[in-house]
């Protein structure tokens, strides 16, 4: 298990399976007219494809948990909660890359399954098309949650899907190399710079992070980017410049490899791991790896503000849960019970503490942080973290892109980080 210092600065908080979201499919509006899932919800509801091959009491599901241990954790949930309502479950899990191209198809031929998960920042798209049905519609509870949880899974004032289980990012300190070092762990992005300067040697980076043109690379940047006042319905911004000033500042003065342009976040865990890299970018995702090297000591933190009268944004992760619109009313109610139970108290703890999540409801932190007190930094950015369709719904993938091409540009010299932002909003 990791050991942690015995005790973090003073205003330092301590702290599964899919980045939270970071796994975005891309899912355009042209995309969804092209496969035709924009058709009238009538066009939808005359078809219930091969749903009639499947027995009354039983419902097909369909996820993106294709690998163990996530495989198994929702797996058991879900048979869980299909038993206690009485009904079975046909489940198919696809990688994430191919779920929303699966969407796609059935939505088209009329073949939704049951019970769907999205990707939080897909949800809305899916919603715009008629293909789902209302949670309010359903009777199944919405109460409770964080509000960032609850604007991931709405569109235009409905509730369309729930996140159970949620994640987000924070700053991974290797705690030998601070010591040695006598640095404290940054607070600020003045100290971020500095710690990122001061414990780049041979052999070894500072900071390592993952800037790659994928929406892997704007969730990894979107902490800096909100924490600074930054608002994605305008990226232009003095706000956005500093923040991406000081994510290109770290490749520039050689803190951070070059090759950050190209890594995924599992890529930046191999860094860290490997001590080539003193600091992470990483989320929670990561632990069940990193607490299984013997000698790897480590502290998380909440990523650096600029001022530190700013508070830390963080981006929303996690998927949603949904009931996609079939046209068998009997099959959709059975679904939301099924979901109903699925998403109980006890449901939603069980999976946060094995897939190293975050309870979607803030009244089940107490309980959570007993079973994981390693959580403790991710539960603190939670309350504030903010869902990324939240200012631009079903838009958001534009704009993701542009952040992920700015930041590409500015990471490579190929321009300045106003110039780059500059650019890259053109395309939005």
């Given at each position: 298990?990791?050991?942690?210092?015995?005790?973090?600065?003073?205003?330092?908080?301590?702290?599964?399976?899919?980045?939270?979201?970071?796994?975005?499919?891309?899912?355009?509006?042209?995309?969804v007219?092209a496969?035709?899932?924009?058709?009238?919800?009538?066009?939808?509801?005359?078809?219930?494809?091969?749903?009639?091959?499947?027995?009354?009491?039983?419902?097909?599901?369909?996820?993106?948990?294709?690998?163990?241990?996530?495989?198994?954790i929702?797996?058991?949930a879900?048979?869980?909660?299909?038993?206690?309502?009485?009904?079975?479950?046909?489940?198919?899990?696809?990688?994430?890359?191919?779920?929303?191209?699966?969407?796609?198809?059935?939505?088209?031929?009329?073949?939704?399954?049951?019970?769907?998960?999205?990707?939080?920042?897909?949800?809305?798209?899916?919603?715009?098309?008629?293909?789902?049905?209302?949670?309010?519609?359903?009777?199944?509870?919405?109460?409770?949650?964080?509000?960032?949880?609850?604007q991931?899974?709405?569109?235009?004032?409905?509730?369309?899907?729930?996140?159970?289980?949620?994640?987000?990012?924070?700053?991974?300190?290797?705690?030998?190399?601070?010591?040695?070092?006598?640095?404290?762990?940054?607070?600020?992005?003045?100290?971020?710079?500095?710690?990122a300067?001061?414990?780049?040697?041979?052999?070894?980076?500072?900071?390592?992070?993952?800037?790659?043109?994928?929406?892997?690379?704007?969730?990894q940047?979107?902490?800096?980017?909100?924490s600074?006042?930054?608002?994605e319905?305008?990226?232009?911004?003095?706000?956005?410049?500093?923040?991406?000033?000081?994510?290109?500042?770290f490749?520039?003065?050689?803190?951070?490899?070059?090759?950050?342009?190209?890594?995924?976040?599992?890529?930046?865990?191999?860094?860290?791991?490997?001590?080539?890299?003193?600091?992470?970018?990483?989320?929670p995702?990561?632990?069940?790896?990193?607490?299984?090297?013997?000698?790897?000591?480590?502290?998380?933190?909440?990523?650096?503000?600029?001022?530190?009268?700013?508070?830390?944004?963080?981006?929303?992760?996690?998927?949603?849960?949904?009931v996609?619109?079939?046209?068998?009313?009997?099959k959709?109610?059975?679904?939301?019970?099924?979901?109903?139970?699925?998403?109980?108290?006890?449901?939603?703890?069980?999976?946060?503490?094995?897939?190293?999540?975050?309870?979607?409801?803030?009244?089940?932190?107490?309980?959570?942080?007993?079973?994981?007190?390693?959580?403790?930094?991710?539960?603190?950015?939670?309350?504030?973290?903010?869902?990324?369709?939240?200012?631009?719904?079903?838009?958001?993938?534009?704009?993701?892109?542009?952040?992920?091409?700015?930041?590409?540009?500015?990471?490579?010299?190929?321009?300045?980080?106003?110039?780059?932002?500059?650019?890259?909003?053109?395309?939005?």
């Amino acid at each position: 298990m990791p050991r942690h210092l015995p005790a973090a600065p003073r205003g330092i908080h301590r702290g599964a399976p899919s980045p939270g979201n970071s796994r975005t499919s891309g899912l355009s509006r042209r995309s969804v007219l092209a496969a035709g899932l924009l058709a009238p919800a009538a066009a939808l509801l005359t078809s219930c494809g091969d749903s009639g091959h499947v027995p009354a009491d039983t419902l097909r599901v369909m996820d993106s948990y294709s690998n163990d241990p996530d495989y198994g954790i929702i797996g058991g949930a879900l048979e869980d909660a299909a038993d206690r309502v009485g009904v079975k479950l046909q489940r198919v899990a696809v990688s994430g890359q191919s779920l929303i191209q699966r969407v796609l198809q059935q939505g088209s031929s009329g073949t939704l399954p049951d019970i769907l998960m999205l990707d939080n920042p897909d949800l809305q798209q899916i919603a715009a098309t008629t293909a789902l049905r209302s949670f309010d519609e359903l009777g199944i509870p919405t109460e409770g949650y964080h509000d960032g949880v609850l604007q991931a899974g709405t569109y235009e004032g409905d509730v369309y899907g729930v996140v159970p289980t949620v994640n987000t990012i924070a700053l991974f300190c290797n705690t030998p190399m601070f010591q040695e070092a006598g640095l404290d762990y940054p607070r600020t992005w003045e100290e971020l710079r500095g710690c990122a300067a001061e414990l780049t040697a041979d052999g070894r980076f500072g900071i390592a992070f993952c800037g790659n043109a994928t929406y892997e690379g704007t969730w990894q940047f979107l902490p800096f980017f909100w924490s600074n006042g930054a608002d994605e319905r305008s990226i232009a911004t003095e706000e956005a410049a500093e923040a991406l000033g000081l994510v290109s500042g770290f490749v520039q003065d050689g803190s951070a490899s070059s090759s950050v342009l190209n890594w995924g976040q599992a890529d930046v865990k191999d860094q860290f791991v490997a001590e080539r890299a003193a600091m992470m970018v990483n989320g929670p995702w990561q632990l069940p790896e990193l607490s299984g090297i013997e000698d790897l000591e480590y502290e998380i933190v909440m990523l650096p503000v600029r001022d530190s009268g700013q508070a830390p944004v963080a981006p929303l992760g996690g998927e949603a849960w949904t009931v996609p619109a079939t046209g068998d009313s009997a099959k959709e109610e059975l679904a939301a019970a099924v979901l109903t139970e699925f998403l109980s108290d006890e449901s939603i703890l069980s999976m946060a503490e094995q897939r190293f999540t975050v309870p979607g409801r803030p009244a089940l932190t107490e309980a959570y942080l007993q079973r994981r007190p390693d959580m403790d930094t991710f539960v603190d950015l939670i309350p504030e973290a903010r869902a990324r369709t939240a200012q631009l719904g079903e838009n958001w993938p534009t704009t993701a892109t542009a952040l992920y091409t700015a930041l590409q540009l500015a990471l490579s010299g190929q321009a300045e980080p106003a110039e780059a932002l500059d650019q890259a909003e053109e395309y939005v």
